[in-house]
């Protein structure tokens, strides 16, 4: 990123941390957003092993994990750029989930995960940024790990990292649809293809 990208980059990190302050985001537990939560959970549980390891990038304030559910997955790791949205995790006391304030740009895993998740979050990292990011996430599953991204309809300039990844396989690409028409999320399983 230049400069200006990184001013504008620090911009959106306070934006967020207004907003969740603000309880803006408070709408992502709603009943409307639940199918998307349910769908990642049922991806994960289908083609990632029992009790998996899971990382999920730009976690907000820990929803998914909540949804999850601690009978579910072993460990998990929530990472958000937003110290608010983290201490508001934080303060949820989930059993063994952690979560931490950093940048997915700059994030290096200290371990390898089953599950790495972007959920609503791939596509607010910097173009420049995505492949970096990706191929960082790539390098910390474990054998045979997946990852899982949701974007919000269309996902313009995204989707192209994982479809068109010749690394990966897609082991699933749902839409997920509400009763508002233009309300509706694609989601997608990837593995690292072996050889
Ligand atoms: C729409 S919210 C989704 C939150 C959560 N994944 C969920 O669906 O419940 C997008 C999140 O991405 C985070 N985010 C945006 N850019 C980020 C970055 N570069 N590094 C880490 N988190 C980031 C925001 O702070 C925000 O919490």
């Not at 999920?56 to 998990?76: K, N, P, Q």
């Not at 990292?161 to 028409?181: P, R």
């Amino acid at each position: 990123m230049n400069l200006l990208d990184k001013f504008h980059h620090w911009r959106r990190k306070i934006r967020w941390n207004k907003q969740y302050k603000q309880g803006r985001w408070e709408s992502l537990q709603s009943e409307k957003e639940a199918k998307r939560y349910e769908t990642i959970i049922r991806m994960a549980t289908e083609f990632g092993p029992e009790n998996p390891s899971v990382l999920d990038i730009g976690s907000g304030d820990g929803v998914l994990t909540e949804r999850f559910g601690a009978d579910r997955y072993g460990y998990f790791l929530g990472v958000d750029f937003s110290k608010v949205s983290i201490e508001k995790a934080k303060a949820k006391n989930l059993k063994n989930a952690e979560f931490e304030t950093a940048d997915a740009i700059t994030f290096q895993p200290k371990q390898k995960f089953d599950v790495i998740v972007f959920n609503e979050a791939f596509y607010y990292i910097h173009d420049s940024e995505k492949q970096n990011v990706l191929d960082r996430m790539l390098n910390s599953l474990t054998e045979r790990g997946i990852i899982i991204t949701s974007i919000y309809r269309e996902g313009h300039g995204c989707w192209e990292y994982f479809k068109e990844n010749e690394n990966l396989n897609e082991l699933a690409f749902e839409t997920v649809t509400t009763d508002e028409k233009l309300r509706y999320w694609k989601i997608g399983a990837y593995v690292v293809s072996s050889g």
